[in-house]
T-cell receptor, first 110, second 112 residues
Framework: DAGITQSPRYKITETGRQVTLMCHQTWSHSYMFWYRQDLGHGLRLIYYSAAADITDKGEVPDGYVVSRSKTENFPLTLESATRSQTSVYFC?????????FGPGTRLTVL | GDSVTQMEGPVTLSEEAFLTINCTYTATGYPSLFWYVQYPGEGLQLLLKATKADDKGSNKGFEATYRKETTSFHLEKGSVQVSDSAVYFCALSNFGNEKLTFGTGTRLTIIP
């Protein structure tokens, strides 16, 4: 199916563990984004990518790492998860000035 | 920097009531303005947009007019339905900036 998929949809992990959230888009959009959604903060940009092998920090990048070896994939890694990273994570891609969002990953760090 | 302020929620209305969700922005230049909607358990979907002053975006009975003089982009609907229950986000994108700046979201609940 065309669109953006995220996996897993739900993840529970422990403090200090490494976690990777996957994002895949089928449109070949150049720009991709990772956001986190927290009550009272709306959506905050973590990282974004303008193309394969080009990434840049957003508003809240600390504790996260991204890579983009292929246009269609944009994984987000939490190298050592902390409780403050408990959140819902959304991946998005952009065409023109419109962004298209995946269904989200709900991550709980215990 | 750019910022978006939208009315705090939650907002609870009866079915067929008139809806207004306020949104104001601060930005240099001439941003594009958006309303996104998030239904329970889903990602955000674009609801409507406007790219220049005095443009009106509309979709699914919702409307918003880009008012540069008041730096506002208020969302309105004449008669809401239970299926409109969702979280609504106002956002802007400035020329030459690939990123979206979001408001904090307004949770809307419509009761039958």
């Amino acid at each position: 199916d065309a669109g953006i998929t995220q996996s897993p949809r739900y993840k529970i992990t422990e403090t200090g563990r490494q976690v990777t959230l996957m994002c895949h888009q089928t449109w070949s959009h150049s720009y991709m984004f990772w956001y986190r959604q927290d009550l009272g903060h709306g959506l905050r940009l973590i990282y974004y990518s303008a193309a394969a092998d080009i990434t840049d920090k957003g508003e809240v990048p600390d504790g996260y790492v991204v890579s983009r070896s292929k246009t269609e994939n944009f994984p987000l890694t939490l190298e050592s998860a902390t409780r403050s990273q408990t959140s819902v994570y959304f991946c998005a891609s952009r065409q023109g000035n419109e962004q298209f969002f995946g269904p989200g990953t709900r991550l709980t760090v215990l | 920097g750019d910022s978006v302020t939208q009315m705090e929620g939650p907002v609870t209305l009866s079915e067929e009531a008139f809806l207004t969700i306020n949104c104001t922005y601060t930005a240099t230049g001439y941003p594009s303005l958006f309303w996104y909607v998030q239904y329970p358990g889903e990602g955000l979907q674009l609801l409507l947009k406007a790219t220049k002053a005095d443009d009106k975006g509309s979709n699914k009975g919702f409307e918003a007019t880009y008012r540069k003089e008041t730096t506002s982009f208020h969302l309105e609907k004449g008669s809401v339905q239970v299926s409109d229950s969702a979280v609504y986000f106002c956002a802007l994108s400035n020329f030459g900036n690939e990123k979206l700046t979001f408001g904090t979201g307004t949770r809307l609940t419509i009761i039958p």
